[in-house]
């Protein structure tokens, strides 16, 4: 017996569906929308990932499809995104998945969005610098950040690129140009050294990290990323030794990673967590939860400089409160002003590479 025509036409939805192209892709999810009946209509946020086939998009990409917030989840990347995200449209959460391929469909990817997480560039190889991941990634950030204020002016940007301490004031000038920047939207995401921080402190205390609160300031790299020991809580103290051992420690998180992996790329698994925890407080934030508060570099007037990472209240429209640093120690004080030293450079770099 042949197929009816209705079967036949079954049939090639799903061949469409699990062999796309990459010129199909997009077609073929339109196709896949429109033969499924109730998909997309749950009340949630819509998030992107660019950078999404990359070692940090593609964990990350499994932790937002699992965030009951998110209802929609882009992936974008210039390689590979299709089969990415084929893989992750199977996982049985409410999150609608489609998938986008290269410059041309970046726009696709970004129209609509709340949240854009970026975690698109190179990352560092033993003996590298942040910095010296500039030259690539800060061209990279400035044509994302483009599409972004064309197609999705009003989304909350997480930048994750590196060196964060540049690419946010690079992502800043972009917004500016094309009249669309808001401050509170755009946010350098510097959690990872706060889940750092946590672990490393509980380590030493003997408590379970789950319990440890540990404010981490100022910018993300090197001597920039301060941790305020003296403000852990539960209240501790620490002696000089565990300070000095825990600052280090803290700095170097990101140069541990890189010289343990030998060659073949930084952190990825514990910044994805990182950024999908970060990325959970700005939906927690949007969707209108009080006392959503975490540390992110951002625009501030928390010290003499543009940008500065501090505690930041999240709420409907982004960072709606950026906390003062507090009391700090002797130590931290000296950490501080050789922190704002090394990141007024970061910070000059980032604008000059947009106004120049
Ligand atoms: N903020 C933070 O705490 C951290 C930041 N990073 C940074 O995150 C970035 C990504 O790291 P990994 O995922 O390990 O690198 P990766 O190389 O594994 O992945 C990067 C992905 O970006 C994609 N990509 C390149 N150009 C693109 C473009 N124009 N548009 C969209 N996608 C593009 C690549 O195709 C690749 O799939 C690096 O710059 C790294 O230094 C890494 C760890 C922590
Ligand atoms: O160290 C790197 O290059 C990646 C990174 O930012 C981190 O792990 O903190």
Do not use: W
Request: net charge neutral; proline share 6%.
């Amino acid at each position: 017996m042949q197929p009816s025509a209705e079967v036949n036409q079954r049939i090639a939805r799903i061949s469409a569906h699990l062999h796309p192209s990459n010129h199909q892709m997009e077609e073929s999810s339109i196709l896949r929308r429109a033969s499924c009946r109730a998909k997309g209509g749950a009340p949630g946020f819509k998030v992107a990932i660019l950078g999404a086939a990359g070692g940090i998009g593609q964990p990350l990409a499994v932790l937002m499809k699992m965030n009951p917030l998110v209802s929609v989840l882009h992936l974008y990347d210039v390689v590979n995104s299709p089969g990415v995200t084929a893989d992750v449209s199977h996982m049985d959460t409410g999150a609608v998945v489609r998938g986008f391929l290269g410059q041309q469909q970046l726009e696709g990817a970004l129209t609509g969005m709340d949240i854009v997480i970026i975690p698109a560039g190179i990352p560092r190889k033993p003996g590298m610098t942040r910095d010296d991941l500039f030259k690539i990634n800060a061209g990279i950030v400035r044509t994302l950040c483009e599409g972004i204020a064309k197609c999705c002016p009003n989304a909350l940007v997480n930048l994750i690129s590196n060196p964060v301490n540049s690419t946010v004031p690079i992502a800043a000038e972009v917004f500016k140009k094309a009249g669309t920047y808001d401050p509170k939207r755009l946010l350098g995401v510097t959690m990872l050294d706060v889940v750092r921080a946590n672990t490393f402190v509980a380590e030493v205390l003997g408590l379970d990290p789950r319990e440890v609160d540990v404010p981490v300031v100022g910018g993300h790299s090197g001597v920039t990323i301060l941790p305020l020991l003296s403000q852990v809580k539960p209240p501790c103290s620490f002696t000089p030794e565990e300070t000095e051992y825990l600052t280090n420690r803290i700095q170097n998180g990101g140069t541990e990673v890189v010289e343990a992996k030998a060659g073949t790329g930084s952190a990825t698994l514990s910044m994805a967590y990182a950024a999908a925890k970060f990325a959970d407080a700005c939906l927690r934030g949007l969707r209108g939860d009080a006392g959503v508060v975490e540390c992110s570099f951002v625009a501030s007037q928390v010290t003499e400089l543009p940008f500065f990472a501090s505690k930041v209240r999240l709420g409907r429209t982004g960072a709606e409160e950026i906390y003062q640093l507090g009391p700090l120690n002797e130590y931290e004080r000296v950490g501080l002003e050789k922190a704002k030293k090394e990141l007024a450079g970061s910070i000059h770099k980032g604008v000059s590479f947009i106004r120049a």
